[in-house]
């Protein structure tokens, strides 16, 4: 892996006459997480997007960089709120998809050690169809690891998964992504508070910053500072959606 | 209710009422024969149907390979290019305002009695069954999918091969379903319009000689030969589907 560099957006995005977000600045440092939380709709999925350099349909007047000046597409892994796992395809054919799509050899053995770290060592030739919610969404970041780029994007990849599944999946997250830019878009307080090194409040006015706590993440769930955290992010987000 | 049982139901009921309808009607032969007779007709002229039935299913199996080859190759040309569908798409519809059948005569004028008018009829009524159903499929991958293919740096074409295609294979197997029952009846058509030879030929040859036991004889052989078709394309279908599923 490259070094993973830091990544600056400033700009607005219009969809036809209507204004999506006005002109915002998002600062994502380099080899940490940064989590933008906010409501639905209100562009943060856009952001992420852009970034990746997906179809948005918007019109973005602004820029996207890096910290080190290299283009940002192809360096980026992507991570979505449903596990886009192919059906036909068994654990270890989902895992190395990358290769496969780029027409390169691959690194099946990589790829077995992976999937076995990740937990998912006797599932490695089973289809998604025959896993858990929870299986799938490991295999997903098993994928997500095994492209093994320098940013990551994550939109609402835990969202789908019940409670518990989701505090274990954000722990194997941040364990295993340590060292890598991490943009993480949610709609959950809670989230924010436990994984964000900078954590970004975002509604269809703009952005602000709020300040986390000293403790670095991941922050335990259950940790008093991040608790009285979470409950300001939603404080925030309620003041926000009342305005 | 298991299939052997109600296979036999489904067939020994229809076959009891016919019996019965024609005992207790009186009517004759060259009006309706009973299934009995027919069964007779069959066996009598055994290599008579058999040699004609060959001819219908080359017609139908080439109609099909064909149809189906065309047809998947438009839908991929349609779902890669925005230039081909803004052209060709229009010409798609306007060609299925047409009916087919009235095609037959004037395909038979051009190519003549032999086989390959015959094998135009099928083509052109599976062709657009075919190249819609996949198209569909191609055209409606998730999302999602393309844009984690598009992060992981896929070009269009592995795009195309490795998540477009497999994921529109159920669409292309429905198509396909469809395309196995509607061949058989190109080529019939086909045969009626004029033939040296075919199933359809064999059923104007025996209603213009009264020979209405062998004209029955051959109609259930038509069946028969539709009914396994759509087994065997379904079941090809069905593995299809499984491996991309």
New interface residues.
């Given amino acids: 892996m490259t070094p993973a560099p830091s990544i600056c957006l400033t700009g607005t995005a219009h969809f036809g006459a209507h204004q999506l977000f006005p002109p915002v600045q998002l600062e994502i440092d380099a080899g940490t997480w940064s989590c933008l939380l906010g409501p639905s709709g209100c562009g943060k999925t856009t952001i992420l ?1 852009l970034i ?4 948005t349909g918007v019109d973005f007047q602004g820029q996207i960089r890096a910290g080190d000046g290299q283009p940002i ?2 360096r ?3 991570m ?1 709120q ?1 596990d ?1 796992l ?3 395809l068994d654990v270890l054919g989902n895992v190395t ?2 290769a ?4 390169a050899p691959a690194d099946t053995a990589a790829a077995k050690d992976l999937i076995a770290r990740l937990g998912l060592g006797p599932h490695v030739h089973k289809r998604p169809s025959q896993l858990s919610g929870g299986q799938r969404q490991r295999v997903a970041l098993a994928r997500t690891l095994m ?1 093994d780029r320098p940013v990551v ?1 994550l939109d609402e990849p835990f969202s789908a998964l019940d409670a518990r599944r989701r505090a274990d999946m954000q722990e194997l997250a941040a364990e295993t992504l340590t060292g890598r830019t991490v943009l993480l878009v949610t709609h959950d307080p809670g989230e924010a508070a436990r994984l964000g090194d900078r954590v970004f409040l975002m509604d269809e006015r703009g952005m602000v910053e709020a300040v986390p706590p000293a403790v670095s993440a991941i922050r335990g769930a259950d940790d008093p500072d991040t608790l009285a955290f979470q409950g300001r992010l939603l404080a925030a987000l309620r003041a926000q959606s009342a305005a | 209710m298991s299939g052997a049982l109600r296979v036999v139901l489904a067939l020994a009921v229809p076959l009891a009422l016919w019996q019965a309808l024609v005992s207790l009607g009186g009517l004759p032969p060259f009006i309706l024969p009973g299934p009995v007779r027919v069964l007779e007709a069959l066996w009598s002229n055994r290599g008579l149907i058999a040699w004609h039935a060959g001819i219908t299913l080359t017609e139908v199996l080439a109609g099909l390979f064909l149809g189906a080859g065309l047809g998947i190759l438009t839908a991929i040309l349609l779902a890669v290019s925005p230039m081909a569908r803004y052209i060709v798409r229009p010409a798609l519809i306007v060609t299925q305002s047409l009916p087919v059948f009235a095609l037959a005569p004037i395909l038979t004028l051009w190519m003549g009695y032999g086989i390959w008018s015959k094998i135009v009829m099928a083509v052109l009524i599976i062709y657009f069954p075919v190249a819609s159903s996949f198209f569909d499929g191609l055209m409606r991958t998730p999302p999602g999918w393309l844009d984690l293919g598009r992060t992981m740096g896929a070009s269009p074409a592995r795009l195309l091969w490795r998540i477009r295609v497999p994921a529109a294979i159920p669409s292309l197997a429905s198509g396909l379903r469809l395309a196995a029952v509607y061949a058989p009846i190109g080529a019939v058509i086909g045969e009626w319009v004029g033939a040296a030879g075919g199933l359809g030929y064999l059923m104007l040859l025996a209603n213009g000689r009264v020979k209405i036991d062998l004209m029955f004889a051959t109609l259930l052989v038509l069946a028969l030969l539709t009914l396994l078709l759509h087994r065997a394309v379904g079941w090809a279908c069905d593995r299809l589907v499984a491996r991309t599923d």
């Fill in positions: 997007r990746a350099g997906l179809e597409p192809g980026v892994a992507y979505a449903t886009l192919l059906p036909w998809l990358g496969r799509l780029r027409g492209e994007l």
